[in-house]
């Protein structure tokens, strides 16, 4: 009997009808031999609404609070999927996150998985009932507070459980086929991917592709957990996400295929860049600068540094980062102007970043060339260029990222045959 893991996103289980369906499936897995256990989320848009609601009440929401209030729109939903589905005569048991022994360090709203026992989980399945857990929560033992693991949180729930109960897959169900080669909305011609290494969709999702929470792809990684995302709304074969061991050891009468250069081009619009003109070349400035930014809360993506002239002695400093922190980091580095010594900064936030990944790269010459060559012929400006093992990243005006994605999924051909079906979803 296999042990499979499913994981439905607030789409999914947006409605009564929703719930129903998504129940009917969860039946049938159970029905074709298998034990299952199930991570949900909130309902369609539950978490923001609570969110909206809390800061009704007060601007700034009580941390312990908030998680207790954003954790009850996950045991919303799991308690009617269970309902739902011993409505259709099988037994369903559902649980919330400290029920089920999701064990957390005491961060409240980013609370990271410590530790998972799920012990009544094990038990419920012994006694053949399918199991439903509240996703996106957990428990801390020491303030023994609810805690929840940040927006999104439930792909991590469920990875996290087949994990621990050593599930032969983890289901991911959503609004979308897969993972795609691009953003299907923004590049009509992508196509959906069948197999992909945990390494490369590490990379995609990290480059602002949001079927996957970055965090999830992590957790699957470092515990050997193997991904299915796939379409709650139709019984395609979605995208698995492979660790590296099982990708290179395919299937009977599978032969082992040569990696494709490229897995895909992710596009993100929601970062700002800074430049810090005028920086003395000195050791130790990059150090002052960086370590302001990160006290004033900015998470750095790229960072790019002029090379100086030895006349001026002077350089200057980009880097890229959330939108919504560069406010308080520009006010950080502008109170400390004068004891760093650099002569200007500038904010700009319409930039847009494309990133090419593949793990075929590492033994690919040529592919940033082909990149920018593809860039050049569509006239678009390369601002910034940032590389790691399996992707290359660029900066761009944001108006012309759709653009520039375009040519580059066509220059890599990776341009499908028709154009991909968007459920008008969220990917999520
Ligand atoms: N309901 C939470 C959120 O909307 C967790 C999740 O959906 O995964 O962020
Ligand atoms: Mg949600």
Known sequence: MALIVQKFGGSSVADAESIKRVAKRIVETRKAGNEVVVAVSAMGDTTDELLDLAHEVTPIPAPRELDMLLSSGERISMALLAMAISSMGYVARSFTGSQAGMITDAQHGAARIVDVTPVRLREALDDGAIVIVAGFQGFNRDTRDITTLGRGGSDTTAVALAAALDADVCEIYTDVDGIFTSDPRVVPKA??????????????????????????????????????????????????????????????????????????????????????????????????????????????????????????????????????????????????????????????????????????????????????????????????????????????RADTLNKAANVVHSAFGLDGEDEAVVHGGTGR
């Not at 957790?219 to 061991?245: I, M, P």
């Open 191 to 396: 196509r959906k991917i069948d197999r992909i290494s945990s390494e490369e969709m590490l990379e995609l999702a990290a480059s602002g592709a949001k079927v996957l929470y970055i965090r999830a792809v992590e957790y699957a990684r470092r515990h050997g957990v193997t991904l299915h995302v796939r379409s709650s709304f139709n019984n395609n074969e979605g995208t698995l996400v492979l660790n590296d061991a099982s990708r290179n050891n395919p299937g009977a009468g599978e032969a082992p295929m040569e990696q494709p250069i490229v897995a895909g081009v992710a596009t993100d619009l929601s970062e700002a860049k800074i430049t810090v003109v005028g920086v003395p070349d000195l050791p130790g400035k990059a150090a002052e600068i960086f370590t302001i930014v990160a006290k004033s809360g900015g998470n750095v993506d790229m960072i790019v540094q002029n090379v100086s002239t030895a006349v001026s002695g002077v350089t200057d400093i980009s880097f890229t980062l959330p939108k919504p922190e560069a406010q308080q980091v520009l006010r950080a580095l502008a109170a400390e102007q004068e004891r760093v010594g650099f002569s200007a900064i500038q904010h700009d936030d319409q930039i847009g970043k494309l990133a090419l990944v593949g793990a075929g790269m590492r033994t690919n010459t040529g592919v940033s060339a082909k990149l920018f060559e593809a860039l050049s012929a569509a006239g678009i400006n390369i601002e910034m260029i940032s590389t790691s093992e399996i992707r290359i990243s660029v900066v761009t």
